[in-house]
């Protein structure tokens, strides 16, 4: 089975970023699974397969917005699960900024509150009205391909306020006077994806304020004080007990929201051939045809899982940073079907335009070893380096499992609008500190808490300049900060309590950790001990339980 070659070279799965997306995964991995016949010399098993992989990469983005619909207009949150959730035409409003105690992965935003909304434009426009801002915000404004085609907002149409008419692919008719009408989107459901620029917690009441006047009225009530019925009429995705459901809920999202790029017409009358795209039904095809679209759904979820940790060698890594794929926000409107199912899709539902943000990502050093809060780092950009952007950047730490690292300053970000204001050298760089323990007290305004294991950055620039947008320029790398050659140490062992001491200079800091195996060619696991020690007499010792049959300790000098 042609799976296996792939599933061979797979090494490990981007963890699915929301329970809806788990559920897009189920429907694929299982896919092709208790196949009772042979097909693999089949002509039109193979025609089905090769093709199909091809037509999951195109089609993906219907299959995971027909889901994050259903989802977010019919299913009500529960605390395991808190996600959007309005009827269609009404905005669902973010009230909280994610700290560590939510553990729902995704790499969480802290800069803005979301608006999000489900538009139904298959009847009649809907109108978006927006109050004077003078903060940043925008509203991303995208078809049931997932590809951007209007924005509002501080860069797009400025910080007045507005009317603005959003219109589907077949609508004739007037634009009422006061309203500025949108280029149409190309299919009759639209998702906006609106941000706010949220300073900290004690600036939450200010942004509720402006999301109260963020508002959607349907052209027929402009006007008019009516306020339309609440409208969750929305289908759900096939069932996963259905062997061929992502292309049976393809297929649906298609016909309702068919893809409408004339330039894209001739691959999507292919795809027909296997019974796939608008109009189409897979259960009239032959058993090879359907065995075939089986496995191939298969692979293709395979293949846009791997996307994220092995990204194509087009992608630009500078200093150790990954840029995203300069089309994306509207990679399918440059035929890149892979950037918008992987990149853009899978990772992000929908994704900024550059000139709208951009978002660098980075888990390794200078070196090209991986980030660990086992070490400590350093990013210093230079005087006048920081990055360019006409609104703000921000640079946050993720954990291993995507979420934002629990600390004692519960700071979960640096840029900009930093909590504490960043302290700049005197030769006017300016350093950022990641390490697990805290830096000297005259760093602490610079420190990024990391948590003790493996860790990533995001560093996101909204309104970035040409620099970023064309990709010259690269943020500085990040620098191990080599420890000083530790002192001689002296351990005295009781019964299960170990004493080490050292001397040294009066006043430094250290950081203990320790080991219970030394393998020989891997890396050592050390673990760091909580807090750290110091002296004023230059006599540093500590205490620690000791238990294990053999424990190894190293003390780190701090900065």
Not at 123 to 140: D, K, N
Not at 163 to 169: D, E, K, R
Request: charged share 15%.
């Amino acid at each position: 089975m042609k799976t296996n070659r792939l599933l061979a070279k797979l090494t490990s799965i981007l963890k699915p970023i929301s329970p809806t997306i788990a559920a897009v995964a189920v429907l694929a991995a299982g896919a092709g699974s208790g196949r009772a016949q042979d097909y693999s010399d089949d002509w039109d098993y193979e025609f089905a397969y090769t093709l199909g992989v091809q037509a999951y990469i195109y089609g993906f983005p219907w299959i995971n917005m027909a889901q994050y619909r259903w989802q977010w207009v019919t299913q009500p949150p529960t605390p395991d699960n808190d996600h959007p959730y309005a009827p269609l035409n009404q905005f669902s409003h973010a009230t909280t900024l994610k700290d560590a105690s939510f553990q729902g992965g995704g790499d969480p935003n802290t800069d803005t509150l979301y608006s999000m909304a489900w538009l139904n434009l298959t009847t009649e426009p809907v109108i978006l009205s927006v109050p004077a801002i003078s903060r940043y915000y925008t509203m991303e404004i995208a078809s049931f391909d997932s590809d951007n085609f209007a924005y509002v907002g501080t860069r797009a149409t400025g910080t007045n306020a507005g009317n603005y008419l959003i219109a589907g692919p077949n609508w004739v008719g007037a634009c009422p006077t006061n309203v500025t009408p949108l280029t149409p989107s190309r299919t009759p459901y639209v998702l906006i994806m609106g941000r706010t620029l949220v300073y900290d917690a004690d600036d939450l009441t200010n942004v509720y304020a402006i999301q109260a006047q963020y508002q959607l009225t349907p052209l027929s009530d402009w006007g008019t004080t009516d306020v339309p019925p609440d409208d969750r009429n929305v289908w759900a995705p096939y069932s996963t007990n259905n062997d061929l459901a992502v292309w049976k809920t393809m297929n649906r999202a298609m016909t309702e929201n068919p893809p409408n790029v004339p330039s894209q017409q001739g691959l999507v009358d292919y795809f027909a051939q296997i019974g796939v795209g608008p109009r189409q039904d897979v259960d009239q095809m032959d058993d090879a045809t359907k065995a075939g679209l089986r496995d191939a759904a298969t692979e293709g979820w395979i293949m846009l899982n791997q996307y994220p940790t092995n990204p194509p060698s087009s992608y630009l890594v500078t200093n150790g940073w990954v840029y995203p794929p300069p089309d994306n926000g509207h990679a399918g409107q440059c035929n890149d079907f892979m950037t918008r199912a992987g990149s853009q899709s899978l990772m992000g539902i929908i994704d900024n335009d550059a000139q709208e943000a951009v978002y660098l990502e980075t888990s390794r050093d200078a070196s090209r070893q991986l980030l660990s809060g086992a070490n400590t780092y350093t990013i210093t950009f230079p005087s006048n380096g920081l990055p360019d952007v006409h609104a703000f950047w921000s640079i946050t730490m993720y954990g291993a499992d995507n979420n934002l690292v629990s600390n004692a300053i519960s700071r979960y970000k640096v840029g900009t609008y930093s909590t504490t204001p960043l302290a700049t050298n005197t030769d006017g760089s300016l350093t950022i500190y990641l390490q697990n323990a805290s830096p000297p007290t005259d760093k602490v305004s610079n420190w990024l808490p990391a948590p003790a294991g493996g860790f990533h950055l995001v560093m996101r620039c909204y309104l970035p300049g040409p620099a970023i947008t064309n990709q010259t320029w690269g943020p500085p790398p990040i620098q191990k900060v080599r420890a000083p050659a530790g002192p001689s140490l002296r351990i005295q062992a009781l019964t299960g309590i170990a004493k080490v001491t050292w001397m040294d200079a009066a006043g430094l800091r250290y950081q203990v950790q320790f080991a219970t195996n030394l393998p020989v060619s891997d890396a050592i696991p050390w673990t760091t001990l909580p807090g750290d020690v110091t002296s004023a007499d230059g006599n540093y010792s500590f205490t620690d339980n000791c238990t294990a049959a053999f424990k190894y300790y190293r003390v780190q000098r701090l900065p």
